[in-house]
RNA sequence: AGAGGGUUGGCGGAGUGGUCGAACGCGGCGGUCUUGAAAACCGUUGUACCGCGAGGUACCGGGGGUUCGAAUCCCUCACUCUCUGCCA
């Protein structure tokens, strides 16, 4: 665990450690001296009760005395162990997932691993033009429209635009049924528990636009809702593995860095998603991980787009995950590579907060393993098509998108 | 948004101050019976924390209060339902 807090940069593990473990035995206890003190307290109540019921009021009165010390001695117990209890609480919200073991070192996305590519990267003709660009000369994404009507980020999508996005979301979640997930159509407004079960709060507040007056936010990806789903719950073993699909709509607020990186449809503020989720035994979720990430890696194969896996460092690893694979396309005319899906074992980071378990083969309660992954994320997809298919005259749909789109040609 | 009702165990649904962690029904699990199954009958059946264990403690939407003692009384918040209004 120290060598895995670590990998992400903490600067001192095994003093954070130590505070909790401290913590716990003072939680634990205040605990065993309030049980007694209120066991106490309880007997002697069910003294008074007997007494009354015997109409032995006096001696009733004289055992009520008694009570009054003990009930001052479990107030203030009551108020160390919520105290100690908060504290910890608190210690541990802000400690972000220990990280699998194959999880390199590392500061920033400079250090991730590239572990796989796939596909030939297409040499195109000179006059080859950015994605931003194409969406111009084509008029099938409008950016000038959507700063006037909400503000930059929020693109309009238009005609053949529009309808290639429709056609890439209905074979994103037909490809998704075909492997055996369940479709699901959650809210994309969740409310404050939700954040904190799947790990967005306190940690991402900023990053997740917040509807103050009824105190909910809209979500950053559908893994939240659809997570959430089992908050609280003990899953029936012979239910297991839960693998869902939902399409939403996903909002992040990406405070700072605005800039080339970030140009047309590389990073938006609202964008179209299509998430995958498992929730899988422990012994387990390592194959339902790699069975996801094939999923996404099947799609980007099928889509025709070169790409690239990464096993992303411990500095550049989600705050909640254990393990992360991100997949990229090559964007052709840009001449980078754009992150599309990133697939993450989160472990019981989640359901821990969420209470969400099952029960083995020996009846014993334990915490189940969940993961997420993108299935995928629309507009970078998008652009890399319109990039790496544009032609003279046209940008070519993908041949297993033509049924969606109805037409081949843009 | 206004008025009123509700929130109890996997589900339904009792319970208005004292052995209530909670009747009863359904469902689940185990058993008896049966060639097998159904029916019937008997038993069992929540979660978490502490403890080697016996056992103890907490939880009847959340938080607070009254009381020796609260599922039951009071305050407050949330959610939900019905009616009215508005509305895709």
Same mark, same amino acid.
């Given at each position: 665990?120290?060598?895995?807090?670590?990998?992400?940069?903490?600067?001192?593990?095994?003093?954070?450690?130590?505070?909790?473990?401290?913590?716990?035995?003072?939680?634990?206890?205040?605990?065993?001296?309030?049980?007694?003190?209120?066991?106490?307290?309880?007997?002697?109540?069910?003294?008074?009760?007997?007494?009354?019921?015997?109409?032995?009021?006096?001696?009733?009165?004289?055992v009520k005395t008694q009570t009054s010390e003990l009930k001052?001695?479990?107030?203030?117990?009551?108020?160390?162990?919520?105290?100690?209890?908060?504290?910890?609480?608190?210690?541990?919200?802000?400690?972000?997932?220990?990280?699998?073991?194959?999880?390199?070192?590392?500061?920033?996305?400079?250090?991730?691993?590239?572990?796989?590519?796939?596909?030939?990267?297409?040499?195109?003709?000179?006059?080859?033009?950015?994605?931003?660009?194409?969406?111009?000369?084509?008029?099938?994404?409008?950016?000038?429209?959507?700063?006037?009507?909400? /503000?930059?980020?929020?693109?309009?999508?238009?005609?053949?635009?529009?309808?290639?996005?429709?056609? +890439?979301?209905?074979?994103?979640?037909?490809?998704?049924?075909?492997?055996?997930?369940?479709?699901?159509?959650?809210?994309?407004?969740?409310?404050?528990?939700?954040?904190? /079960?799947?790990?967005?709060?306190?940690?991402?507040?900023?990053?997740?636009?917040?509807?103050?007056?009824?105190?909910?936010?809209?979500?950053?990806?559908?893994?939240?809702?659809?997570?959430?789903?089992?908050?609280?719950?003990?899953?029936?073993?012979?239910?297991?593995?839960?693998?869902?699909?939902?399409?939403?709509?996903?909002?992040?607020?990406?405070?700072?860095?605005?800039?080339?990186?970030?140009?047309?449809?590389?990073?938006?503020?609202?964008?179209?998603?299509?998430?995958?989720?498992?929730?899988?035994?422990?012994?387990?979720?390592?194959?339902?991980?790699?069975?996801?990430?094939?999923?996404?890696?099947?799609?980007?194969?099928?889509?025709?787009?070169?790409?690239?896996?990464?096993?992303?460092?411990?500095?550049?690893? /989600?705050?909640?995950?254990?393990?992360?694979?991100?997949?990229?396309?090559?964007?052709?005319?840009?001449?980078?590579? +754009?992150?599309?899906?990133?697939?993450?074992?989160?472990?019981?980071?989640?359901?821990?907060?969420?209470?969400?378990?099952?029960?083995?083969?020996?009846?014993?309660?334990?915490?189940?393993?969940?993961?997420?992954?993108?299935?995928?994320?629309?507009?970078?997809?998008?652009?890399?098509?319109?990039?790496?298919?544009?032609?003279?005259?046209?940008?070519?749909?993908?041949?297993?998108?033509?049924?969606?789109?109805?037409?081949?040609?843009i």
């Amino acid at each position: 665990m120290v060598k895995g807090l670590t990998k992400r940069g903490i600067a001192k593990p095994e003093s954070l450690i130590q505070e909790v473990l401290d913590l716990d035995q003072k939680r634990r206890t205040t605990q065993v001296k309030l049980d007694d003190t209120l066991s106490q307290s309880n007997n002697l109540a069910r003294q008074i009760g007997q007494l009354m019921r015997e109409g032995k009021k006096e001696e009733a009165d004289r055992v009520k005395t008694q009570t009054s010390e003990l009930k001052q001695l479990g107030k203030s117990l009551q108020e160390n162990l919520s105290t100690f209890e908060e504290e910890l609480k608190q210690l541990l919200y802000n400690i972000p997932n220990v990280p699998h073991e194959s999880v390199p070192e590392g500061n920033s996305d400079q250090d991730n691993e590239v572990i796989y590519e796939h596909g030939k990267i297409p040499s195109l003709h000179d006059t080859a033009k950015p994605h931003w660009e194409l969406i111009k000369e084509y008029d099938i994404i409008d950016f000038d429209l959507g700063n006037k009507v909400t /503000g930059a980020g929020f693109p309009f999508y238009k005609g053949k635009g529009a309808r290639l996005q429709r056609a +890439l979301i209905n074979f994103f979640l037909d490809e998704a049924l075909a492997a055996g997930y369940y479709e699901v159509q959650p809210p994309i407004v969740i409310n404050e528990a939700s954040g904190i /079960g799947t790990g967005q709060l306190p940690d991402k507040e900023g990053q997740m636009y917040h509807a103050t007056k009824d105190n909910v936010y809209l979500i950053p990806t559908a893994e939240v809702p659809i997570t959430n789903m089992y908050r609280d719950s003990i899953i029936k073993s012979e239910n297991l593995p839960i693998k869902n699909v939902g399409y939403t709509p996903c909002f992040r607020r990406e405070a700072g860095s605005w800039g080339a990186d970030v140009r047309g449809l590389n990073r938006l503020h609202q964008f179209d998603k299509v998430e995958i989720i498992q929730i899988q035994k422990p012994e387990k979720s390592y194959e339902a991980f790699d069975e996801m990430c094939k999923h996404v890696q099947g799609l980007l194969e099928k889509l025709n787009l070169p790409y690239r896996v990464l096993r992303l460092c411990g500095g550049d690893i /989600g705050y909640t995950a254990a393990l992360t694979f991100d997949m990229e396309v090559y964007s052709a005319a840009q001449k980078r590579w +754009l992150e599309v899906s990133s697939v993450s074992n989160v472990e019981t980071y989640q359901s821990n907060r969420l209470k969400l378990r099952y029960k083995d083969e020996s009846k014993k309660t334990k915490l189940l393993h969940t993961l997420n992954g993108s299935a995928l994320a629309l507009p970078r997809i998008v652009a890399a098509i319109l990039e790496n298919n544009q032609t003279e005259n046209g940008i070519v749909i993908p041949e297993v998108l033509r049924k969606y789109t109805g037409f081949d040609k843009i």
